[in-house]
């Protein structure tokens, strides 16, 4: 798609926001049919998930949290919204760059789900490195405050904080000492400028891959079904790491020279300007 083609669907000052806060909230991203589709790729996604699915929750928390990575090839809707939605525009205004896809995430809670997601950044999970993304998360259900995304404005610009295992707290990643460690949130709420929103279907947040954010658990009867779509922009190069990745590309090394643009098949170009 030439820059021709491309519409400016966003506001300066959503582009703005992004850039200052690391985060914006875009209402009615999705059209109905849009959210239908999205809908329908989560619940073939669940009945016949991909080999990177995970359980994020205990066994003995009383709801579920479940996820799955890099399905747009097998399932069609993914595929479809990740090609043909207003999603990747919205990236392009955002990033102002060209658009290249990186990775589909399913993530479902179900109702009662206890586990919390816990305060971190996306990008020192990741085998890219760069500054120029975005991520997109967006419901299928409504999602009510005490159950949304939190996020802290202007923690993209504190660099990388030592990622932990989100169950059991463990620094698999960096040796312990090694980087910052992660603020102690939720303690000191009132000390950090934190952004959330309520959300209902069609709506999206996009996030920069190093904001941190969080959020809590599924409390009462409604099911949180959501899909993210991740984003690379025109600085974003190939960075194998010596740790398992989340999602993990297997044998990448022999195809993208590290530090190279991430041109493979696995990363479609969505966008360009």
């Known amino acids: 798609m030439s820059s021709s083609d491309i519409g400016r669907i966003l506001t300066s000052d959503q582009i703005a926001d992004f850039h200052r806060d690391g985060v914006v909230v875009v209402r009615g991203l999705f059209s109905t049919e849009e959210v239908t589709t999205i809908e329908r790729g989560i619940e073939l996604n669940l009945a016949n998930p991909s080999g990177r699915f995970k359980v994020a929750s205990k066994p003995d ?22 090609i043909n939605s207003r999603a990747a525009d919205a990236a392009a205004d955002l990033m ?7 990775h589909d995430h399913m993530l479902v809670k179900e109702p009662g789900t206890a586990q919390e ?12 490195d760069g500054f120029n993304n975005c991520s997109l998360w967006a419901p ?3 999602v009510k405050a005490e159950s949304t995304l939190e996020f802290i404005a202007g923690s993209h610009t504190w660099g990388w904080l030592m990622p932990r295992t989100f169950m059991d707290n463990e620094a698999k990643w960096f040796p312990e000492g090694s980087l910052t460690e992660m603020p102690a949130i939720e303690s000191d709420r009132e000390n950090f400028d934190i952004r959330s929103w309520s959300l209902n279907p069609g709506d999206g947040v996009f996030f920069h891959m190093l904001t941190l954010h969080h959020s809590y658990g599924v409390p009462g009867t409604q099911r949180r079904r959501a899909f993210s779509l991740r984003f690379l922009g025109d600085d974003m190069v190939h960075a194998p790491r010596t740790w398992v ?16 643009p991430m041109d493979h098949p696995l990363f479609p170009m969505l966008r360009t300007i």
């Open 61 to 82: 928390d009383p709801g579920r949290f479940v996820e799955d990575f890099c399905n747009w090839q097998r399932i069609a809707e993914y595929e479809d919204v990740m």
């Open 96 to 102: 102002g760059s060209s658009v290249r896809f990186y």
């Open 117 to 128: 997601t816990p305060w971190h950044q996306d990008q020192p999970y990741y085998n890219v």
């Open 140 to 142: 299928v259900d409504p």
């Open 245 to 260: 990745t989340s999602p993990q590309f297997d044998d990448l090394e022999g195809e993208i020279p590290v530090g190279a």
